[in-house]
């Protein structure tokens, strides 16, 4: 499985539910790593899609210990349900929250990471990749800058894949 993510520079990845600092690049960068993917997102970032709709082009699934239905997402209770789901999907892509990435990190074998250098004050955090021993940057994909915000999109590995 793998995970994408937007991080600032003290790994933060969002305040009250939402991205403080969105880029255009990064937003074409999920749509086009996510295309196709089976999606796994915690109930706060399904509230914070467009309109609460599913992506389209994807397979949506919501983990959520409420078991709350929504429209167009395939409801999962627990971690487990939706690594099940995972395994039957040719790809699938972890992307958010908190929570979510916490819960499912140790089954991800690739982590794409933007890397946003701002500080914008974030109250929910991903773990440093950097400082993990088992995770090693792989390769720098695209960089630039957008409204004077500096990014790259990089690709973290697993040093020992999962089975």
């Known amino acids: 499985m793998e995970l994408i993510v937007a ?3 003290d790994w933060g ?3 009250d ?3 403080p600092i969105a880029l255009s690049a990064d937003r074409k960068f999920f749509r086009q790593m996510t295309k196709g993917c089976l999606v796994i ?3 706060r970032t399904v509230e914070d899609f467009p ?3 599913p992506l389209p082009g994807r ?3 919501v983990l959520t210990r409420s078991g709350r239905e929504s429209p167009g997402f395939t409801t999962c209770t ?3 349900e939706a690594l099940e789901l995972a395994k039957q999907a040719g790809r699938a892509m972890v992307i958010g929250g908190g929570s979510v990435y916490r819960q499912l990190l140790p089954y991800c074998d690739m982590a794409y990471v933007t890397k946003v250098h701002a500080l914008p004050g974030s109250d929910t955090f991903f773990p440093n990749l950097d400082q993990e021993d088992d995770w090693y940057l792989s390769e720098v994909l695209q960089s630039g800058e957008e409204n004077g915000i500096p990014y790259e999109m990089v690709l973290y590995r697993r040093k020992k894949p999962t089975a």
């Open 7 to 9: 991080v600032y520079d």
């Open 17 to 19: 539910g939402t991205q």
């Open 13 to 15: 990845i969002g305040r």
């Open 78 to 80: 627990s971690p487990e």
């Open 51 to 53: 309109g609460q709709k």
């Open 59 to 61: 397979v949506n699934v």
């Open 41 to 43: 997102a915690g109930r």
